[in-house]
């Protein structure tokens, strides 16, 4: 990944985009080329040197079983968002302002293990309900579904478990604009309801 010096993300904001429950692309190499699967995953820090990303995939889906061995990919994902270049103060002072991008991601290198096992995927499906459903008022959990009919469904998923062995992260989040100009963007974000992204911003200036 392509990382100028005031793009690149602190380890703080690497562990937060790791540990923050959302999914990340899956790429690996096959006989047939390229194949990637968007995947929910969960951290675990236990895992390896450096943690490891934990997620599940149809049986069906060939990726599993035709991966060949070596590195495989996960890409990580926060909010990203177009960039007005109206939003900049240095729009009034001189003009010279184009549209950009601002994004957060993390490319997550590791070996893939899959687990074929039903132990194993009854511990993560339940570890992963409850990252997504501990918040709500009336969180859903996987005994609320009939036993047989669980059971089922984890014969039709595999586990994937990516041991991270490198992570390249990047923050893109007008660290290369002026105190004013990265105001005007946040404020600009905000307008439109992108609040965390507004706040990326923001946290990066702190």
């Known amino acids: 990944m392509y990382i100028p010096a005031h793009f690149a993300a602190r380890p703080d904001a690497v ?5 923050s429950p959302g999914a990340a692309n899956l ?6 080329g390229l194949l990637a699967t968007l995947l929910p995953f969960a951290f ?5 040197d450096h943690g490891a990303l934990q997620a599940h995939m149809a049986r ?3 990726q599993w079983s035709s991966a060949q061995i070596g590195e495989a ?3 990580i994902q926060a909010p990203d968002d177009y960039v007005s270049p109206s939003w900049y103060a240095s729009k009034a002072e001189h003009g010279r302002v184009v549209p950009t991008w601002n994004y957060s991601t993390a490319h997550v290198y590791g070996e893939l293990v899959v687990h074929d096992d039903a132990g194993w995927l009854a511990r993560h499906v339940r570890h992963l309900t409850g990252l997504h459903e501990g918040g709500r008022e009336e969180p859903w959990a996987v005994d609320d579904a009939p036993e047989k009919f669980i059971a089922g469904q984890l014969r039709a998923i595999v586990g994937i478990e990516l041991v991270i062995t490198r992570i390249e992260a990047k923050e893109k989040l007008s660290q290369n604009r002026s105190s004013a100009d990265a105001a005007g963007v946040a404020a600009g974000l905000r307008s439109v309801g992108r609040e965390a992204s507004a706040a990326a911003v923001e946290r990066v200036r702190a």
């Open 60 to 62: 069906n889906n060939p």
């Open 15 to 19: 562990q937060n985009l790791l540990a």
């Open 73 to 75: 990919l996960a890409i």
């Open 44 to 48: 675990n820090p236990a895992v390896g």
């Open 27 to 32: 790429v690996t190499m096959t006989g047939q």
